[in-house]
């Protein structure tokens, strides 16, 4: 195999890669299986493989990657083909930088491919540009992002396009809001209507870790909120929907909380509680449908949203 050469540098330092191993997948399938190729290929191509000559596919081993390979190599062998998983340490005539530079250019064409797409989006007139068409760029980021495993310098310039593009698309701006005391919001009573789904469990899971560790929460109707209480994701008053914000938006916009994962996990709870595709985000989805059906199994409103907020607290987690 020649040496392979590369455009794209990352100053990385050697040590954190010293412990870097990967997982090699070696297969061969029958000839007449060609639908069952085109398969095995997509799935390759969004597991975020590069080859190694006509030995078989690398990832970085983790135990994502290796399930992944597991299940392929499984489907493999019931086409009627041969499929090994290696785990592999070193290669000899391919260094550690070299590998991960493959990887890299790998993603820097998707990346770039992406870049170009949003460009011609963003050059079209603001009343032309259809929000189907950003979502599914918004979608692709995503796909590009679960196996951009040493973080390309792409990614943020890809995710400042996609704010930009969203930010022009919004016709109106939003009227400012008043500025809020954090120290008002303490050891306070919050309201919010009954049978909480995704938006309100994750409020009162963000008020409770960021906002108010001592938050009580209570159930009332529109209209009936006790004067002392802080309502929420009420359709009048309080902290609810605003503009095309959901009511997590909305808190997290006014009391600024900057947390990283907070921020990726309002673009989830938007596009669960809205469906309306705006970020390309599925992770919500899965989490409501659950609240649904322990709301028609009758589960009283304090547990669905004692349930509700420990599921939240697991997608924090699993963002990190």
């Given at each position: 195999?020649?040496?392979?050469?590369?455009?794209?540098?990352?100053?990385?330092?050697?040590?954190?890669?010293?412990?870097?191993?990967w997982?090699?997948?070696a297969?061969?399938?029958?000839?007449?299986?060609?639908?069952?190729?085109?398969?095995?290929?997509?799935?390759?191509?969004?597991?975020?493989?590069?080859?190694?000559?006509?030995?078989?596919?690398?990832?970085?081993?983790?135990?994502?990657?290796?399930?992944?390979?597991?299940?392929?190599?499984?489907?493999?062998?019931?086409?009627?083909?041969?499929?090994?998983i290696?785990?592999?340490?070193?290669?000899?005539?391919?260094?550690?930088?070299?590998?991960?530079?493959?990887?890299?250019?790998?993603?820097?064409?998707?990346?770039?491919?992406?870049?170009?797409?949003?460009?011609?989006?963003?050059?079209?007139?603001?009343?032309?540009?259809?929000?189907g068409?950003?979502?599914?760029?918004?979608?692709?980021?995503?796909?590009?992002?679960?196996?951009?495993?040493?973080?390309?310098?792409?990614?943020?310039?890809?995710?400042?396009?996609?704010?930009?593009?969203?930010?022009?698309?919004?016709?109106?701006?939003?009227?400012?809001?008043a500025?809020?005391d954090?120290?008002?919001?303490?050891?306070r009573?919050?309201?919010?209507?009954?049978?909480?789904?995704?938006?309100r469990?994750?409020?009162?899971?963000l008020?409770?870790?960021?906002?108010?560790?001592?938050?009580?929460?209570?159930?009332?109707?529109?209209?009936?909120?006790?004067q002392?209480?802080?309502?929420?994701?009420?359709?009048?008053?309080?902290?609810?929907?605003?503009?095309d914000?959901?009511?997590?938006?909305?808190?997290?916009?006014?009391?600024?909380?900057?947390?990283?994962?907070v921020?990726?996990?309002?673009?989830i709870?938007?596009?669960?509680?809205?469906?309306?595709?705006?970020?390309?985000?599925?992770?919500?989805f899965?989490?409501?449908e659950?609240?649904?059906?322990?709301?028609?199994?009758?589960?009283?409103?304090?547990?669905?949203?004692?349930?509700?907020?420990?599921?939240?607290?697991?997608?924090?987690?699993?963002?990190a």
């Amino acid at each position: 195999m020649s040496r392979y050469t590369y455009n794209i540098r990352y100053e990385m330092s050697i040590s954190k890669y010293a412990d870097l191993s990967w997982l090699l997948l070696a297969f061969t399938l029958p000839t007449k299986r060609a639908s069952q190729r085109v398969e095995v290929w997509r799935k390759l191509q969004r597991y975020g493989t590069v080859p190694l000559g006509n030995s078989g596919y690398l990832l970085p081993s983790n135990p994502s990657n290796e399930e992944r390979f597991q299940w392929l190599a499984t489907s493999i062998r019931k086409y009627g083909g041969e499929a090994s998983i290696v785990h592999v340490r070193s290669i000899d005539n391919i260094s550690t930088p070299q590998l991960i530079a493959r990887f890299a250019e790998a993603r820097a064409r998707e990346y770039q491919e992406l870049i170009r797409e949003l460009q011609t989006f963003s050059s079209l007139p603001v009343q032309k540009r259809a929000v189907g068409r950003l979502s599914r760029l918004r979608s692709r980021f995503q796909e590009i992002v679960e196996v951009d495993f040493f973080d390309s310098p792409l990614q943020k310039r890809v995710g400042e396009l996609l704010a930009r593009a969203d930010e022009a698309r919004v016709a109106r701006r939003l009227p400012e809001t008043a500025k809020i005391d954090p120290k008002e919001y303490k050891n306070r009573i919050w309201v919010t209507r009954p049978r909480p789904g995704v938006d309100r469990s994750a409020c009162a899971w963000l008020i409770r870790r960021f906002l108010d560790p001592k938050a009580r929460f209570a159930f009332a109707p529109e209209g009936q909120v006790p004067q002392a209480a802080v309502p929420f994701d009420m359709f009048h008053g309080g902290f609810g929907h605003r503009g095309d914000a959901c009511s997590f938006e909305t808190l997290q916009k006014d009391f600024k909380i900057r947390d990283r994962r907070v921020k990726v996990m309002s673009e989830i709870i938007h596009d669960a509680d809205l469906a309306d595709g705006k970020f390309g985000r599925k992770e919500g989805f899965g989490i409501d449908e659950v609240l649904k059906g322990w709301a028609r199994q009758g589960i009283p409103d304090q547990e669905l949203l004692d349930r509700g907020m420990q599921l939240i607290e697991g997608l924090y987690h699993s963002l990190a």
